[in-house]
């Protein structure tokens, strides 16, 4: 029993994801399968210690918040800035991994326009909303030349501010540079709104990035959130909470990871304590 309650510790600290600072006010529904509070029993310090962790990292390395955003997947816990708010728990790790074709179809490149972004943001029931507010999450992180420069060479893209792509083309001065740069270039080391603010002045860094704003269906959704930060963060939050209830494995489908950048070697699932212990309903834990 302890060896299971050490193991799913580690495991808890390791998939956290999400960012923290301000209090949602409400919470929205969830799908059988998932929970407010899954690690009650198991591991029930598990958000402190996940907090204090990413204090640690983020102090050491602010680029390592928008890597923990891209694991949103799983289950989650925040403090850094941005929204603070509760996530359902309990999703499970799947046993394959997603194949090459699959990722193109469902991801979004930095050279998407917005029709491509809404047409495959619909296909997960996610709407326009959703699209801007989950953009947002570059208000942090970097981007390599190589996702951008075809806004420079060999003509210069122009919906991109003058000066700003002179600047871009002082961090890549080549097509193939492999140099880096911000995505957002007011507050790159915040999680804020400006990200919306920069879209507003022709200074977004990707295709997928800029046209949000040069395109009628998503400009005003952009508008209102460079204009009003807490609107911003009222519909992050709840469109990260529902892109984090897509697909949710119940029962014996997936699994509990001993280690998260691994799939259990021995192929036989690890059961919650809580489970094991009988408490809770099977709701609640799955």
Same mark, same amino acid.
């Given at each position: 029993?302890?060896?299971?309650?050490?193991?799913?510790?580690?495991?808890?600290?390791? /998939?956290?994801?999400?960012? &923290?600072?301000?209090?949602?006010? #409400?919470?929205?529904?969830?799908?059988?399968? %998932?929970?407010?509070?899954?690690? @009650?029993?198991?591991?029930?310090? $598990?958000?402190?210690?996940?907090?204090?962790?990413?204090?640690? $990292?983020?102090?050491?390395?602010? +680029?390592?918040?928008?890597?923990?955003?891209?694991?949103?997947?799983?289950?989650?816990?925040?403090?850094?800035?941005?929204?603070?708010?509760?996530?359902?728990?309990?999703?499970?790790?799947?046993?394959?991994? *997603?194949? /090459?074709?699959?990722? !193109?179809?469902?991801? =979004?490149?930095?050279?998407?326009?917005?029709?491509?972004?809404?047409?495959?943001? &619909?296909?997960?029931?996610?709407?326009?909303?959703?699209?801007?507010?989950?953009?947002? *999450?570059?208000?942090?992180?970097?981007?390599?030349?190589?996702?951008?420069?075809?806004?420079?060479?060999?003509?210069?893209?122009?919906?991109?501010? #003058?000066?700003?792509?002179?600047?871009? #083309?002082?961090?890549?001065? #080549? =097509?193939?540079?492999?140099?880096?740069?911000?995505?957002?270039?007011?507050?790159?080391? @915040?999680?804020?709104?400006?990200? !919306? /603010?920069?879209?507003?002045?022709?200074? +977004?860094?990707?295709?997928?990035?800029?046209?949000?704003?040069?395109?009628?269906?998503?400009?005003?959704?952009?508008?209102?959130?460079? $204009?009003?930060?807490?609107? !911003?963060?009222?519909?992050? =939050? %709840?469109?990260?909470?529902?892109?984090?209830?897509?697909?949710?494995?119940?029962?014996?489908?997936?699994?509990?990871?001993?280690?998260?950048? *691994?799939?259990?070697?021995? @192929?036989?699932?690890? &059961?919650?304590?809580?489970?094991?212990?009988?408490? +809770?309903?099977?709701?609640?834990?799955?």
């Amino acid at each position: 029993m302890a060896r299971i309650f050490s193991l799913l510790l580690i495991s808890c600290i390791l /998939v956290a994801s999400c960012f &923290a600072a301000i209090e949602a006010q #409400k919470r929205p529904p969830i799908v059988n399968g %998932l929970s407010w509070n899954f690690y @009650k029993t198991s591991c029930p310090k $598990v958000e402190s210690i996940i907090k204090n962790e990413l204090k640690k $990292v983020f102090k050491k390395d602010i +680029g390592q918040a928008a890597g923990v955003l891209r694991i949103q997947f799983h289950d989650c816990f925040v403090q850094t800035g941005g929204p603070d708010y509760d996530v359902p728990l309990g999703r499970r790790d799947g046993v394959v991994f *997603a194949q /090459v074709n699959q990722t !193109f179809i469902d991801l =979004v490149g930095p050279d998407a326009n917005t029709t491509t972004i809404l047409t495959k943001l &619909a296909r997960k029931n996610l709407d326009a909303t959703d699209a801007v507010a989950l953009s947002g *999450a570059h208000t942090i992180g970097i981007g390599h030349c190589t996702s951008f420069t075809d806004r420079l060479y060999p003509t210069q893209d122009p919906t991109l501010d #003058k000066t700003f792509a002179n600047n871009l #083309k002082r961090t890549c001065p #080549k =097509v193939d540079t492999t140099n880096t740069t911000f995505l957002d270039l007011r507050s790159p080391n @915040k999680f804020d709104n400006k990200y !919306f /603010v920069d879209l507003m002045n022709r200074q +977004g860094l990707f295709t997928s990035d800029q046209d949000l704003y040069e395109d009628r269906r998503t400009r005003g959704i952009v508008t209102s959130f460079a $204009v009003n930060e807490s609107l !911003f963060f009222e519909k992050f =939050v %709840l469109s990260m909470i529902k892109m984090g209830q897509l697909n949710v494995l119940t029962g014996k489908q997936g699994e509990i990871r001993a280690n998260c950048s *691994a799939r259990n070697s021995n @192929k036989e699932y690890l &059961a919650s304590v809580a489970e094991e212990e009988n408490m +809770g309903s099977s709701a609640e834990m799955r």
